[in-house]
């Protein structure tokens, strides 16, 4: 088997990550895989999590995830939308509200993944995330809910503190 394909997917590694038993896969094939599994798919050890994946060197692969267009959902029938989910290898199992949320999410995962590999902050990442969740699930903005204001303060502080945090990091870095 070629060393530059995906366990998974069986083609060109895009953004590479390693499993500690030494198998290496794309990135949103391996994340999708120990979202629901604790093994690795190809010789079975265990337990893994996301948290032990490691990037490999960008140098060796490609590492950008090529572009793909999203459907417009709300005229997929079920025989297109299985359609979709066997493209992306998704579980074309259980009802159409099910396959039609397992697609958004799938896509919406796969964008935020995509703006990582750009030079984008997380807070720019996350006001596109946040703006396609409300358009893919139809989310209406309860702004005036005291529950919705506390979440967002919390939401936005947790934000200026990886900010925070990146940069004490990176001054430290070039104090070094």
Not at 80 to 101: A, I, P, R, S, V
Not at 123 to 145: L, M, Q
Request: proline share 4%.
């Amino acid at each position: 088997m070629d060393d530059k394909a995906c366990l998974i997917c069986k083609d060109d590694l895009v953004l590479p990550h390693k499993l500690p038993c030494n198998h290496i896969f794309c990135y949103i094939c391996i994340k999708r895989h120990l979202t629901f599994r604790n093994f690795c798919p190809f010789c079975y050890k265990f337990p893994f999590h996301t948290t032990d994946l490691e990037k490999l060197d960008s140098n060796v692969v490609n590492t950008t995830l090529p572009n793909i267009k999203i459907p417009l959902f709300k005229h997929m029938n079920e025989v297109l939308l299985k359609k979709e989910l066997k493209k992306y290898m998704l579980n074309q199992d259980g009802g159409y509200q099910q396959m039609l949320w397992r697609m958004k999410e799938f896509h919406l995962i796969y964008s935020a993944e995509k703006m990582k590999t750009k030079s984008l902050s997380l807070t720019g990442i996350a006001r596109v995330v946040s703006k396609n969740e409300k358009i893919f699930f139809h989310k209406k903005n309860d702004h005036n809910c005291p529950q919705f204001l506390e979440k967002q303060n919390r939401s936005i502080q947790k934000l200026k503190d990886i900010i925070k945090n990146s940069k004490n990091s990176h001054t430290r870095e070039s104090n070094l």
